[in-house]
């Protein structure tokens, strides 16, 4: 534990009071309908989307693990920020229209009207599943471990205040609360990064003198084939299948698309977030590589502590880096919260009981989001099976887990061949491949069982690994809907991309036409964003 100077305690405090205040002050006058505590009543503007979808994507996993990887892989991690571009202009441009005109509330529930509902029920329930024992979980801990770092509590009552605050608001205020403290919490994070970020540079010379003190390795974006961890070809052909999946496909981003007011204003927030995306793809990434000059030899969930436990900050600014960590958890761990209560609330129970007032639907929401906490606080003392490379560990998970709901969102909105028996059993047979899979590593029951011809898939790095669950994906989806008799109803159409954009009408009111003159500069944006990337790359390479 460093000693906290007054002035980091101030910052602390103040943190805390403006993110209690700010849900309070939001809420107040909300109706209980569950489209304003679900959805925000639909009408989120664009910078609230942009800002909120930051701090719901950068958690405390970003902070220990992107910085800790950073400092023992280089430039190479910041791939997966980078890539984020693509879907999320993917998002903002083709799929936000088409989930807009949907007029769902989960990502499960256009599953549903796209294909039926044992689609949506399975989709949903595999989704809360992963919410609960990974996502969670992983942010909890890296929480845990900032928490011991800052004020030597121990990994159980860190994670019971981060939960019993953020938990709070969140059944309060619902997706209202969560979107615009987190448009707050993403303010503080950006600006906790660039303060590490410059005083680490400060500390060691400079940018061109951390370069001169580093190989070139760790500079190079694109590493060998063999490369254990990020081997160029997984990067380019893996990574986007899981960036598809996360970006466009997971009720935890998605759900503040469903809340924009119009498309126009979904597609810049989307837009907005990519170019804000850029901060923690370099300056994590930064920090990580500066820690290893000023300590060498330091790696995972070290580098983070020993860079707080250092003098390279002056009191009130270190408070300010651990404010932005802790808003990057608490941000995080709320849009967690109201994205798993919406799915059990609208995906499970609606369902079941399709009379339910809208007062009704809200109580389950809130005690769902209860029961959530709860379930977790007893999750706790298992959460330190965790690996120390929490950035690589998450993404190792995703590739396991992403796949199989890629392959049959995208066939599902390009191939009206594409049917429900086809849908339930890619995401079955896939869900089992990738499941068995993970298991067989972590047990080492490949050995044990003396397996020696699944070696090849059980050997496989991550990324590969992704690859050939899309593909295993991929067959099961086609060949059934090949050689399965369905019916091809004619509303599958309004559930699949168009050649031309439909008019979107939600509330009975028109809200998106080609041509508007908001087009034109979304278009200019999205060119800009792709330059910057392409020359990041190519300063990178």
């Given at each position: 534990?460093?000693?906290?100077?007054?002035?980091?305690?101030?910052?602390?405090?103040?943190?805390?009071?403006?993110?209690?205040?700010?849900?309070?002050?939001?809420?107040?006058?909300?109706?209980?309908?569950?489209?304003?505590?679900?959805?925000?009543?639909?009408?989120?503007?664009?910078?609230?989307?942009?800002?909120?979808?930051?701090?719901?994507?950068?958690?405390?996993?970003?902070?220990?693990?992107?910085?800790?990887?950073?400092?023992?892989?280089?430039?190479?991690?910041?791939?997966?920020?980078?890539?984020?571009?693509?879907?999320?202009?993917?998002?903002?441009?083709?799929?936000?229209?088409?989930?807009?005109?949907?007029?769902?509330?989960?990502?499960?529930?256009?599953?549903?009207?796209?294909?039926?509902?044992?689609?949506?029920?399975?989709?949903?329930?595999?989704?809360?599943?992963?919410?609960?024992?990974?996502?969670?979980?992983?942010?909890?801990?890296?929480?845990?471990?900032?928490?011991?770092?800052?004020?030597?509590?121990?990994?159980?009552?860190?994670?019971?205040?981060?939960?019993?605050?953020?938990?709070?608001?969140?059944?309060?205020?619902?997706?209202?609360?969560?979107?615009?403290?987190?448009?707050?919490?993403?303010?503080?994070?950006?600006?906790?990064?660039?303060?590490?970020?410059?005083?680490?540079?400060?500390?060691?010379?400079?940018?061109?003198?951390?370069?001169?003190?580093?190989?070139?390795e760790y500079f190079s974006m694109f590493k060998s084939?063999?490369?254990?961890?990020?081997?160029?070809?997984?990067?380019?052909?893996?990574?986007?299948?899981?960036?598809?999946?996360?970006?466009?496909?997971?009720?935890?981003?998605?759900?503040?698309?469903?809340?924009?007011?119009?498309?126009?204003?979904?597609?810049?927030?989307?837009?907005?977030?990519?170019?804000?995306?850029?901060?923690?793809?370099?300056?994590?990434?930064?920090?990580?590589?500066?820690?290893?000059?000023?300590?060498?030899?330091?790696?995972?969930?070290q580098v983070l502590s020993s860079l707080l436990y250092?003098?390279?900050?002056?009191?009130?600014?270190?408070?300010?880096?651990?404010?932005?960590?802790?808003?990057?958890?608490?941000?995080?761990?709320?849009?967690?919260?109201?994205?798993?209560?919406?799915?059990?609330?609208?995906?499970?129970?609606?369902?079941?009981?399709?009379?339910?007032?809208?007062?009704?639907?809200?109580?389950?929401?809130?005690?769902?989001?209860?029961?959530?906490?709860?379930?977790?606080?007893?999750?706790?003392?298992?959460?330190?099976?965790?690996?120390?490379?929490?950035?690589?560990?998450?993404?190792?998970?995703?590739?396991?887990?992403?796949?199989?709901?890629?392959?049959?969102?995208?066939?599902?909105?390009?191939?009206?061949?594409?049917?429900?028996?086809?849908?339930?059993?890619?995401?079955?047979?896939?869900?089992?491949?990738?499941?068995?899979?993970?298991?067989?590593?972590?047990?080492?029951?490949?050995?044990?069982?003396?397996?020696?011809?699944?070696?090849?898939?059980?050997?496989?790095?991550?990324?590969?690994?992704?690859?050939?669950?899309?593909?295993?994906?991929?067959?099961?989806?086609?060949?059934?809907?090949?050689?399965?008799?369905?019916?091809?109803?004619?509303?599958?159409?309004?559930?699949?991309?168009?050649?031309?954009?439909?008019?979107?009408?939600?509330?009975?009111?028109?809200?998106?036409?080609?041509?508007?003159?908001?087009?034109?500069?979304?278009?200019?944006?999205?060119?800009?964003?792709?330059?910057?990337?392409?020359?990041?790359?190519?300063?990178?390479?």
């Amino acid at each position: 534990m460093y000693d906290l100077e007054s002035w980091d305690v101030i910052v602390i405090a103040l943190y805390f009071a403006v993110v209690i205040l700010m849900s309070l002050y939001f809420v107040r006058g909300q109706k209980e309908t569950p489209q304003q505590y679900f959805l925000s009543n639909r009408n989120l503007g664009w910078i609230a989307i942009g800002g909120s979808l930051l701090a719901a994507n950068i958690s405390s996993e970003h902070f220990i693990g992107l910085i800790g990887y950073g400092a023992s892989q280089g430039m190479a991690v910041a791939n997966f920020e980078l890539i984020a571009v693509v879907p999320l202009i993917l998002l903002g441009w083709w799929i936000a229209p088409l989930f807009l005109k949907s007029n769902i509330y989960t990502v499960p529930e256009y599953f549903g009207k796209r294909f039926n509902r044992i689609v949506q029920l399975y989709l949903s329930g595999a989704t809360l599943s992963f919410y609960l024992l990974v996502k969670i979980s992983i942010s909890l801990f890296a929480g845990g471990l900032l928490l011991k770092t800052v004020f030597d509590w121990d990994i159980y009552t860190s994670t019971i205040v981060i939960l019993m605050i953020t938990g709070m608001y969140t059944i309060i205020g619902g997706l209202s609360a969560v979107i615009y403290t987190s448009v707050f919490q993403a303010v503080i994070i950006l600006l906790g990064i660039i303060i590490l970020t410059v005083f680490g540079l400060s500390e060691v010379g400079g940018f061109f003198a951390l370069k001169q003190n580093l190989s070139a390795e760790y500079f190079s974006m694109f590493k060998s084939l063999s490369d254990p961890d990020f081997p160029w070809v997984g990067i380019v052909l893996g990574a986007p299948i899981l960036g598809i999946w996360y970006w466009c496909t997971d009720q935890y981003i998605v759900q503040r698309i469903l809340s924009a007011k119009s498309v126009c204003a979904a597609r810049s927030g989307t837009i907005l977030t990519g170019f804000l995306k850029i901060f923690p793809a370099f300056f994590m990434v930064l920090v990580g590589l500066i820690s290893v000059v000023i300590f060498p030899g330091i790696e995972g969930e070290q580098v983070l502590s020993s860079l707080l436990y250092s003098d390279i900050l002056p009191g009130g600014l270190k408070g300010l880096v651990v404010i932005g960590i802790l808003a990057a958890l608490m941000s995080s761990l709320a849009g967690a919260f109201i994205s798993a209560s919406t799915l059990f609330t609208m995906d499970y129970y609606r369902f079941f009981q399709p009379n339910s007032s809208d007062k009704k639907l809200v109580l389950v929401g809130r005690l769902a989001t209860i029961t959530i906490i709860a379930v977790t606080i007893l999750w706790i003392p298992l959460i330190k099976i965790f690996e120390l490379d929490l950035f690589r560990y998450l993404l190792s998970l995703h590739a396991y887990f992403g796949p199989p709901i890629v392959v049959v969102f995208i066939l599902g909105i390009f191939w009206k061949r594409m049917n429900s028996k086809a849908a339930i059993w890619t995401l079955v047979g896939g869900g089992a491949l990738g499941l068995s899979t993970l298991l067989m590593k972590w047990f080492n029951l490949g050995e044990s069982l003396n397996l020696t011809y699944l070696n090849w898939l059980l050997s496989l790095n991550d990324l590969y690994f992704a690859i050939v669950l899309f593909l295993f994906a991929s067959l099961i989806a086609v060949s059934i809907s090949l050689f399965s008799k369905s019916r091809l109803s004619s509303k599958i159409q309004e559930y699949m991309l168009e050649s031309k954009e439909l008019t979107v009408i939600l509330h009975g009111k028109t809200i998106l036409t080609r041509g508007e003159k908001t087009d034109q500069f979304a278009w200019i944006f999205s060119f800009v964003l792709i330059i910057i990337l392409a020359g990041f790359w190519g300063l990178f390479f």
